[in-house]
């Protein structure tokens, strides 16, 4: 089996557009939560999200792929652009054997809001041709293949909010097993729009708070739901040998993944937390690594079940020394980016496997008796880690676990 590694990170995110901003705010903890400017929420229970700020597509991107893109592509490319650029991948191999696996957890959510009004005020005549080739999840994934002349493996991966999870955990499998070389993966997400809110809100997802500093807060005894977020991440994972004879930089190297399913709940996970805690245990098969070296990211979503489940899950896996592990979410500043959630939290993995620095989960300020370990309350930590497990669920009972090995 090849050994895999990552050589190229790039994000798009409420709290940094850049990986290099992204690593400062998660560090320092801030909170790229908001009231909703993207339309009125003057009616609505729920009032905050995560949007993305400050973002200038044309920095990365021509005016003609902006114009016929649904804002989750455009947020795909320009990810993966920033990504593809720190891997210097480009030229350096066959592009037979460069593969792109980018999903979504919805699509263009807005494109489809938007035509769906066409057809309503216009008529069929006015719905626009481009419609679905903007809408449809798999092209965001189409548009990164075409973008780089990538002509191996191309695949839209949707597992929910565990979807970019999904997607850099088989991308792992392709290269450990010769499909390619190298493969672009992550996941992209916009859907800060009134039916999207409404949706989650009426499914009783989301928070309904209106103080930004008490809306994401994962493992607090307060928490109520999460707080919808946007953007994009993406990982370029190479060939080990393929990335050290070109001299690229390695960032961290991919040594487990685990994915299983609840078979319990549409929308709820299973309170056992057996089928989280199996793919944790899948994703560490083979490593040994005290508790206390390892940084667990959690999915931390902010609702009552996701939190203790995933506590729940630490215990069956690692049993008392559950405590000793660093966990935070990240969820607390970026909110829940649905289908980029689970690359935007590897990055924040390798980030803190590079720097020593375990991120907070800001805004835990009443622990629950049922979370009871260490979640990294408010402040960041300087602390030396050796592996990373990044978490992710999904509806449908979508578990996901990624390992990362520091270099």
Do not use: W
């Not at 790229?32 to 991107?61: C, M, Q, W």
């Not at 021509?62 to 891997?87: C, G, P, Q, W």
């Not at 299973?270 to 959690?298: E, F, S």
């Not at 999915?299 to 995933?310: I, W, Y």
């Amino acid at each position: 089996m090849n050994r895999v590694v990552v050589t190229g990170m790039g994000c798009v995110s409420p709290i940094g557009n850049t990986v290099d901003e992204f690593a400062h705010a998660i560090v320092e903890g801030k909170n790229g939560i908001d009231r909703i400017t993207r339309f009125d929420v003057s009616d609505y229970k729920h009032t905050l999200a995560a949007e993305v700020k400050n973002f200038d597509p044309a920095a990365r991107l021509d005016k003609n792929a902006i114009r016929k893109s649904d804002l989750f592509t455009i947020y795909a490319l320009y990810a993966a652009d920033e990504a593809v650029e720190m891997s210097g991948i480009i030229g350096n191999i066959d592009p037979e054997e460069l593969g792109v696996y980018v999903g979504s957890g919805i699509g263009g959510f807005s494109t489809m809001c938007t035509e769906h009004e066409n057809l309503l005020k216009s008529g069929a005549r006015r719905v626009s041709p481009q419609f679905i080739p903007k809408m449809i999840g798999n092209i965001a994934a189409g548009n990164v293949a075409i973008r780089y002349s990538a002509k191996g493996p191309c695949i839209a991966h949707q597992t929910a909010c565990a979807t970019s999870g999904t997607s850099i955990g088989e991308a792992y499998r392709a290269i450990m097993v010769g499909a390619a070389e190298a493969i672009i993966c992550g996941g992209s997400e916009a859907t800060i729009l009134p039916l999207a809110v409404a949706g989650f809100g009426n499914c009783q997802a989301l928070s309904a708070a209106t103080d930004p500093n008490a809306a994401s807060i994962p493992f607090d005894k307060r928490r109520g739901g999460f707080i919808m977020g946007e953007g994009a991440a993406m990982l370029v994972l190479e060939e080990y040998e393929h990335a050290k004879n070109r001299g690229a930089e390695i960032l961290a190297e991919v040594v487990g993944y685990g994915t299983t399913c609840d078979a319990h709940h549409i929308t709820a996970p299973d309170p056992t937390a057996g089928q989280v805690a199996r793919a944790i245990k899948l994703a560490m098969k083979g490593l040994d690594v005290p508790a206390d070296k390892i940084y667990y990211n959690a999915h931390g979503t902010g609702t009552k079940l996701n939190d203790a489940t995933e506590t729940a899950a630490l215990k069956l896996v690692f049993g008392d020394c559950a405590k000793d592990i660093s966990i935070s979410s990240t969820k607390s500043m970026t909110g829940h980016m649905l289908g980029a959630a689970g690359a935007i939290e590897a990055i924040a993995s390798i980030l803190t496997l590079r720097s020593g620095i375990i991120p907070p989960t800001i805004n835990l300020l009443e622990p629950d008796e049922e979370c009871d370990l260490n979640y990294t309350p408010n402040q960041a930590v300087n602390k030396q880690v050796d592996l990373a497990l990044s978490n992710s669920l999904g509806f449908g009972g979508h578990n996901v676990c990624l390992a990362f090995k520091r270099v």
